[in-house]
């Protein structure tokens, strides 16, 4: 029996994705058992509803996620400042970072248009950002309250630190990266003139880059206003802060492209 017979090349491909993800993340046991199964539903929503291409920006965000989140674990623990579970995630880190990808996957198959790529790229781009920012800026004491400049200890929920700011645009120029050289192979985005694709794609890395540290940015203030009064929790704003990269892209698609 021929799976193309039933399904797309693009389907094969996006299930093969989703089962390289499952077994990768249980294998190095990035994910427990809940965070397994939520990654099998929003890798399926993404890549099925979305694209396989989709998909393959999202496993980039867990894999460098992963390795930051590890990174001077033990230091990180020292300071009670280091990912519960042994930085193992579970459904609610999977679902905080993985909802607003789905969302756009979701509107991109009930809806039409060009730009539903770019929402989502934008959505891994503030993940991944907000990941290494925290991860890796959370070991810097030059740690600095983004509402108030005000000094605060490293990991403080708003804080901010050089080293935490450089993570956060390294991680948004990853997914930059990935995104622009995933675009020719994109069912959707940036085809409305073949003669400009070249452009659209310099542009796209750019807005890219930009909305991912700003939606960084974004996470930094409503941890500090609503995060650190008890209003919101950790996974809410990270959620938030994730849904704002695409709000952000589609306010951007009409005054940049």
Known sequence: MDPTDYLTQDQIISLALVAFLLLASGIRRMLDASGLFAAMAVGLVVSLMGHWTWLAIMVVFLVFGSFATRWKFEEKRALSIHEGNEGVRGWKNVLANGAAPSIVAILSWLGDGDWYFLGMACCASVALSDTLASEIGSLDP?????????????????????????????????????????????????????????????????????????????????????????????????????????????????MVF
């Open 142 to 254: 030059r740690t600095r309250s983004i509402i108030n400049l005000e000094a605060v200890p490293p990991g403080t929920n708003g804080g901010m630190s050089p080293t935490g700011t450089f993570a956060a645009l390294s991680g948004s120029l990853i997914i930059a990266t990935v995104t622009a050289l995933m675009i020719p192979y994109s069912h959707d985005g940036f085809h409305h003139e073949t003669t400009l694709l070249a452009n659209d794609r310099g542009l796209a890395f750019v807005l890219i880059t930009f909305v991912g540290w700003m939606g960084c940015q974004v996470d930094s203030v409503l941890g500090a206003l609503l995060e650190n009064k008890g209003y919101l929790g950790k996974h809410s704003v990270n959620f938030l802060a994730t849904l704002s990269g695409a709000m952000m892209a589609f306010i951007a698609r009409d």
